[in-house]
């Protein structure tokens, strides 16, 4: 099993940055993809950003694009998601979540989940 822990939302005002971290830790070397959703009050959970776990190479959602960058620290099996010039309608609940197969901005395809963190865009 593998477990995941984010940590890092809060409020912010618009425009402002927050970094997101996510710890994984079990049997993480079963981990291949690792990335964010997002779920808004009333809406469905949404990809943000993925990282493939040895490569590095990521995929973004067209909304956070040039705006969100994740990155990863393998020795410490943690990654992170760094949200810049943060707007209202970033506000929500951010999961970090990981698989052992090929990246998929699909959440279903996801097996393993953190409890998620909150981050509050104030306007």
């Known amino acids: 099993q593998v477990q995941l822990v984010e940590s890092g939302g809060g409020l912010v005002q618009a425009g402002g940055s927050l970094r997101l971290s996510c710890a994984a830790s079990?049997?993480?070397?079963?981990?291949?993809?690792m990335a964010w959703f997002r779920q808004a009050p009333g809406k469905d959970r949404e990809f943000v950003g993925s990282i493939a776990r040895s490569i590095g190479m990521t995929d973004y959602a067209e909304s956070v694009k040039g705006r969100f960058t994740i990155s990863r620290d393998t020795a410490k099996n943690t990654m992170y998601l760094q949200m810049n010039s943060l707007k209202p309608e970033d506000t929500a609940v951010y999961y970090c979540?990981?698989?052992?197969?090929?990246?998929?901005?699909?959440?279903?395809?996801?097996?393993?989940w953190g409890q998620g963190t909150q981050v509050t865009v104030s306007s």
């Open positions: 979540a990981a698989r052992s197969g090929l990246r998929s901005r699909v959440d279903y395809e996801y097996a393993y």
């Open positions: 079990g049997r993480t070397l079963n981990i291949n993809v």
